[in-house]
């Protein structure tokens, strides 16, 4: 049977505020560089007014890997949680705009659609201040059957896993995926959220996940091991493939005894913001996976993807990536 979709991807539906900040200003505000920080609706206005002026578009790690995937030429769609308001709509739109269906109905009730300030430093380093919003309340009634159904590969953002109701909503969404003959693939994320949440986490990985992503701080957090080749030996054989990044060192691609070293893909001088290199990884490799390419090539788009959308402001890729990896790898 043909799938309606290659891709469908659960996460937070949030719209990013980008902003260029100074180092001081993280430490003024308590705010550890390279980090995630959950914040309420109060701390975030406060972190609003404060902040320089920035770009406002529709964002969320999930939903940033997902108009990258779409860019690249996959077809996905997006479930998440939004409130009927006005950023509620601009993130259907754009999510839309992008190519991907997006069967979300915003709630009428509740707080307003989540809003993540990503602060971006002169290293190009991102710390972010997320306030959830309604996407706190996504739980199980969310999850659309028949759309995860009709999936290659339901993809599911770790930075989500906070309230006990998604957790809920992940596991019933794989089991829904697995039923249906398809693949279940998980991003960490962020170390602090593994921290929080690592025992669940564990048996997610070994219980529910074929494909893992994560990057190298992440996996040895959720292993508690110091080194990354521990970790390595860790995550073999919890999960049928593991996606492993580190930054300019590149990234491992594990599937049993096969393992492949993926070079990271040069930017020279043109590093601008490393807001969503880790979602973009996670867009090309998805690509590459669901069209049929093997994990080395896979592989190879994830780099090539990860480094495009650094050489730029913003944590989606430019229109011309599809190009680029075409150009690249003559696929």
Same mark, same amino acid.
């Given at each position: ?107 009428? @009730? ?90 669940? #986490? ?10 893992? #992503?994560?990057?190298? @701080? ?23 493939? /593991?996606?492993?990044?580190? @930054? ?28 969503? /290199? ?19 090539? /896979? ?33």
């Amino acid at each position: 049977m043909t799938s309606q979709y290659d891709l469908v991807g659960i996460g937070n539906a949030l719209v990013d505020v980008l902003v260029t900040i100074e180092d001081n200003f993280l430490d003024e505000h308590g705010l550890p560089k390279g980090s995630m920080n959950l914040v309420d609706s109060g701390q975030s206005d406060a972190l609003y007014d404060a902040v320089p002026a920035g770009v406002e578009v529709s964002g969320g790690s999930c939903g940033n890997t997902m108009a990258g995937f779409s860019a690249l030429g996959g077809k996905g769609a997006y479930i998440g949680k939004v409130h009927d308001d006005g950023l509620g709509k601009v993130f259907i739109h754009d999510m839309k705009a992008m190519g991907v269906d997006c069967p979300i109905e915003p709630t009428k @009730s509740g707080p307003s659609t989540g809003r993540c300030i990503v602060m971006v430093s002169k290293d190009a380093q991102r710390t972010m201040a997320t306030y959830l919003g309604a996407a706190v309340d996504l739980g199980p009634d969310d999850v659309d059957e028949k759309t995860i159904q009709g999936a290659k590969v339901l993809y599911l953002e770790g930075y989500l896993f906070d309230p006990e109701a998604a957790k809920k909503a992940f596991i019933k969404a794989a089991d829904i995926a697995h039923a249906a003959g398809g693949k279940v693939s998980l991003s960490l994320s962020d170390p602090f959220c593994v921290d929080r949440h690592r025992e669940a #986490f564990l048996a997610l990985v070994e219980n529910h996940v074929d494909i893992l #992503f994560a990057n190298e @701080s992440e996996i040895t957090s959720l292993y508690q091991v110091e080194s990354f080749d521990e970790a390595l030996q860790k995550v073999r054989g919890h999960c049928e493939i /593991a996606c492993l990044t580190r @930054s300019e060192k590149g990234s491992v691609v594990l599937s049993g005894e096969e393992v492949h070293v993926i070079d990271a893909d040069p930017v020279g001088d043109h590093l601008k913001d490393t807001t969503g /290199a880790g979602d973009q990884y996670a867009a090309g490799f998805l690509y590459g996976y669901t069209q049929g390419f093997d994990l080395a090539t /896979a592989g190879r788009i994830a780099s090539i993807a990860a480094a495009e959308v650094v050489t730029h402001y913003g944590a989606r890729p430019e229109v011309h990536v599809r190009d680029l990896i075409r150009e690249k790898l003559a696929v």
